[in-house]
Antibody, heavy 125, light 107 residues
Framework: EVQLVDSGGGWVQPGGSLRLSCVAS????????MNWVRQAPGKGLEWLSY????????DYADSVKGRFTISRDSAKTSLFLQMNSLRAEDTAVYYC??????????????????WGQGSLVTVSS | AIQMTQSPSSLSASVGDRVTITCRAS??????LGWYQQKPGKAPKLLIH???TLHSGVPSRFSGSGSGTAFTLTIVSLQPEDFATYYC?????????FGPGTKVDIK
């Protein structure tokens, strides 16, 4: 079965750190852009970060830039999100997602087609 | 960053109804837009990409249209399993941004 499994969430005090992992099962991640998306309790979805297959192209939402670091392993099965200087407003369920991007002519499009089940991060004193 | 808005924020509908949700971008994004469905406690699911292309396995009662700054998601003949929250996502430029969501519940 093809799936992504998120892990690493938990409770942490403000200012602390956590490292989230996303492991692929049934397929490898080497051909995908990978993304992290989060959802605060009772709120909407927020895109956080992406990394391309080479690991050389990365971007972040302003809300996490300078505090969070996305990476992927050379074995091509795992994605990570290192979260530092955590704040109460970072409390959320964090999802990883594959982007099966494709191009038609000069235009390229995204498809967030596989998602992890989500990992809850709670930042509280 | 490109800002996305959705309307309405919520709606009540009955099984069999036709439902239309609108998403607007703060600048032109060509057709670089996807629609996602999310049910409580679950990860989002891709419905439509490139504004109007139905994702594999998604029922044909879902359709998308639009380009530039205005987009719509239409569900013809709403089914019980369609009661959920729907989000648009612009993938024209990083940082990608989601709309705030539209909750579809039972009238």
């Amino acid at each position: 079965e093809v799936q992504l499994v998120d892990s690493g969430g938990g409770w942490v005090q403000p200012g602390g750190s956590l490292r989230l992992s996303c492991v692929a099962s049934g397929f490898t991640l080497d051909s995908y852009d990978m993304n992290w998306v989060r959802q605060a309790p009772g709120k909407g979805l927020e895109w956080l970060s992406y990394i391309d297959p080479s690991g050389n192209n990365i971007d972040y939402a302003d809300s996490v830039k300078g505090r969070f670091t996305i990476s992927r392993d050379s074995a091509k099965t795992s994605l990570f999100l290192q979260m530092n200087s955590l704040r109460a407003e970072d409390t959320a369920v964090y999802y990883c997602a594959t982007n099966a991007a494709y191009c038609r002519g000069d235009n390229c499009y995204s498809r967030f087609d596989y998602w992890g089940q989500g990992s809850l991060v709670t930042v509280s004193s | 960053a490109i800002q996305m808005t959705q309307s309405p924020s919520s709606l009540s509908a009955s099984v069999g109804d036709r439902v239309t949700i609108t998403c607007r971008a703060s600048q032109a994004i060509r057709s670089d837009l996807g629609w996602y469905q999310q049910k409580p406690g679950k990860a989002p699911k891709l419905l439509i990409h490139a504004a109007s292309t139905l994702h594999s396995g998604v029922p044909s009662r879902f359709s998308g249209s639009g380009s530039g700054t205005a987009f719509t998601l239409t569900i013809v003949s709403l089914q019980p399993e369609d009661f959920a929250t729907y989000y648009c996502l612009q993938d024209y430029a990083y940082p990608f941004t989601f709309g705030p969501g539209t909750k579809v519940d039972i009238k």
